[in-house]
């Protein structure tokens, strides 16, 4: 809640788990060679206040978009378009593949 605050300017409450994700598609190289894999939770939440605008200087725009108008983002496409019309009433999201076991060897 913190982070959607200081980031978005507004106030939330989660309201459900819509996914975790990492794996393929989530790992980044920096310029310099560092290698990170990311692993993220993602919330659905429920704004319940606040105003819409950074607080912390890190945000360059903040716009509400349907789905469909998506900016053309890497980092958004990482996730699986369903992720973007989630539900509170929707079970979480969950891929498996099973290339990642057989990556493990014997």
């Given at each position: ?6 980031e978005?300017?507004l106030k939330?409450?989660?309201?459900g788990?819509?996914?975790?994700f990492s794996?393929?598609g ?6 310099n060679?560092d290698?990170?894999d990311v692993f ?6 429920r ?12 945000t ?6 349907a789905?469909a108008?998506?900016?053309d983002s ?5 996730y699986?378009?369903a992720?973007?019309s ?9 891929v498996?593949d ?6 493990l060897?014997?």
């Amino acid at each position: 809640m913190r982070e959607v605050w200081e980031e978005t300017g507004l106030k939330v409450v989660s309201v459900g788990l819509a996914g975790v994700f990492s794996g393929a598609g989530f790992s980044h190289t920096y310029p310099n060679g560092d290698q990170i894999d990311v692993f993220s939770v993602v919330f659905l939440c429920r704004a319940v206040g606040g105003t819409l605008g950074g607080r912390d200087g890190e945000t360059l725009e903040l716009r509400y978009v349907a789905p469909a108008q998506l900016p053309d983002s890497g980092f958004l496409r990482r996730y699986p378009s369903a992720l973007f019309s989630f539900s509170e009433h929707d079970a979480p999201l969950f891929v498996w593949d099973e290339g990642w076991l057989r990556a493990l060897g014997d």
